[in-house]
């Protein structure tokens, strides 16, 4: 099965979760908007000035330029206060984002003028030369007009996006919530980091890494985790573990035992509480993958259910290519303003850069090759690509997808997939 | 003052944080490591069969395809699991990730193969070919050896790193303390959103969103951020409301009030606590910036104090110009295994790209032009860059960073940086 197949399959099983709550701005990154936020405001408020500098009437200015005259500066206004209108034949000085007074058409910036104290005391303004009317000044409603759609229902939010908010004055906002997802481990060779020390570590044993990035990576991605540890060695203790774990959660996700040969006891279990469908995807690092579902005892819906490969490269690369797009199905992301071209709904978009190495050898599968860009604007690939540590991955910060049956030779311009792209 | 003049100035005037804390593998997400990391472990730990099918002594396979027979399968076994010295004539059934027995040379995968059962319900093997001797063997040692550093200090942990560490047994990892840095907001004009209602806002008025954006910057950059409202407007309280701050604190930031016109109680203030410098950087947006620092009563070492911009747009990229490289170099961030090419210092690499759109007018200052990717791989500007509210920033998906005095022209390759790269 061809990737596109599989997120085909996958993202048209995934229903977005339905329900909203209402969290603080400050409290919601990562989370994605259950609504279209409109402005209840124009932004800015009012006329202002871009500059620090003087608020001017562009006719009196020419005026007193021509005259070879200064205008008296009769009034001074700060960022948040307002001013009288202007007085005839005057200017006020204004700063950034203090509101234009009446009868000022145009801003100077203060390194073009001359400023000082005459012999009363009463301060002045020389021109070199009149503005153009609507100089420096930013409009009332020119970046945001009151009505405006500014983030559509379906945006992940980050930083801008609550600052966006924030300045239309929304202390909460209108969320989908959270996607509870329950991590299982499956493997009887597993050990868990703390529980053995290395020296004493039986033969075959191996530390289960896959919980700890798994975790990490849904997290990032906005997901309330459950980690349920590993998963029970007998058949009716592993039934009862996923089929409580499927009341309270939306996904489950394990990895390892959905190998052909793997001794597994979720699989039957899983099918028997659901179904589940096992894939081949010829993918390099990946292949096996299953998706499946455990029906509810007495709710509506279901829970989903997701086996990602043993391996960590494999699963990590899995995850990044699969899991990923269908958390954000279900998580109602859609192209929200700040999302780019097909990022919603698949690979994030690949930048064409140049290979600094070969790869002669093709695969029948496509490849997801770990390399790192130089200094030199190209790309370096890990030299142990078979590697089953995540090394390559923490080295890397990209990943080059490569067509199945093909090579690369040195200088080639290949499609890369910056990693930080995927981990946001 | 160019913005590597200014980059320069704050990583010269930054001395990493001392000091190490211990914490869970688990929550140990965006820390930065304090120790160089080095396997206690061979991974793999023993030679393991990187396929599901069959080990073999490759000998006795073509002496078997050579006389035309089957080979008895004397074994099975799953991951996790040793099993005895191959008996001679036989091959054993193994499973990816199996520990190899005595006497194996080779692993054969099981789609290449034909197995069934005799009469006598022996399980029997038969193969087209003699494979090469380390076919599908993963070598004890060949991903990690013992003794290796794997992850040296001074790397940001992600997902793979943590997978990495958790991989080698480790259940807590040695990291920085984090940094503790707190927020002020600074001007007359702010007001909180959901204090006053869009309708009720005062003339001139404008909702504070600079708090909202930098507190979300700063948590992703891993630090812990106290929110200290907005700076009261009288001197005396101010002073002892920074002297405060900077005794639990590494960083004070504000921004508004750096402006030359400003009205503002911050500056003078820190310059009477300690030291203020007031920057005009060449950049678009950006351009006025505070360094200072405040000394602490009874405690070695300085607080830092960082004045950005007020308007959003200026604040968020000169935060993500400046305050990142710097929060990065108080965190001790170098060089990881999985930071790119001048990550750490300064600007993430650029990627050089098609622009389509043209910018006729050069500045005598280098921009930072908010663009996003289209779907034929060039760049689309947001039309109004003037703008200060952060719909741009939202919009895009990076910034195109233009010398000064450039302008561009539909199709030139520009260099952009991703947005992604700079909130991670």
Chains 1, 2 share one sequence.
């Not at 790309?379 to 090579?407: E, H, I, K, M, Y």
Request: hydrophobic share 45%.
């Amino acid at each position: 099965m061809s990737l596109e197949e599989a997120l085909d399959k996958l993202l048209g099983a995934a229903q977005p979760l339905v329900g909203q709550q209402t969290v603080a701005t400050l409290e919601a990154d990562g989370r994605v908007l259950a609504q279209d936020i409109r402005s209840a405001l124009d932004v800015p408020g009012f006329d202002n000035s871009s500059m620090d500098g003087y608020a001017v009437n562009c006719v009196e200015v020419a005026a007193a330029v021509a005259a070879g005259q200064a205008l008296a500066v009769s009034q001074r206004i700060p960022a948040g206060h307002f001013g009288p209108a202007l007085q005839p034949d005057s200017v006020a000085r204004i700063f950034t984002g203090a509101p234009l007074p009446a009868g000022a058409d145009a801003v100077v910036m203060q390194e073009e003028v001359e400023s000082g104290l005459d012999a009363q005391g009463q301060g002045f303004a020389r021109f070199q030369r009149a503005p153009e009317p609507g100089a420096f000044i930013r409009r009332r409603g020119e970046d945001v007009r009151q009505g405006d759609t500014v983030l559509p229902a379906g945006t992940r939010l980050g930083p801008a996006e609550l600052g966006l908010a924030a300045s239309l004055g929304l202390a909460e906002l209108p969320v989908r919530p959270r996607l509870r997802v329950a991590l299982f481990s499956t493997g009887d060779e597993l050990v868990m980091p703390g529980e053995v020390a290395p020296q004493d570590m039986a033969p075959g044993a191996i530390y289960n890494s896959n919980r700890y990035f798994l975790a990490v990576l849904l997290k990032r991605l906005g997901c309330e985790v459950s980690d349920l540890g590993i998963v029970p060695d007998r058949r009716e203790v592993t039934l009862a573990a996923l089929r409580q774990a499927a009341e309270s959660h939306d996904l489950i996700v394990t990895s390892g035992g959905v190998s052909v040969g793997e001794e597994d006891h979720v699989k039957p279990a899983v099918q028997q509480l659901g179904g589940l469908d096992l894939w081949q995807i010829a993918i390099k690092p990946g292949k096996p993958f299953a998706h499946g579902w455990i029906a509810r005892a007495g709710q509506v819906g279901r829970c989903h259910f997701v086996g990602l490969p043993g391996n960590p490269v494999s699963s990590f690369v899995t995850f990044l290519l699969l899991v990923r797009p269908f958390l954000q199905r279900l998580q109602g992301v859609s192209s929200g303003l700040g999302v780019s071209h097909a990022a919603a709904d698949g690979l994030p978009q690949a930048i064409s850069l140049p290979a600094h190495f070969d790869w002669p050898r093709a695969d029948r599968r496509r490849e997801f090759l770990r390399v790192r860009r130089n200094a030199a604007g190209g790309l370096d690939l890990f030299p142990n690509q078979s590697s089953g540590v995540l090394t390559s991955v923490a080295w890397g910060d990209g990943l080059v997808d490569l067509p199945a049956g093909r090579t690369i030779a040195r200088g080639d311009s290949v499609p890369f997939i910056p990693m930080a792209a995927l981990l946001g």
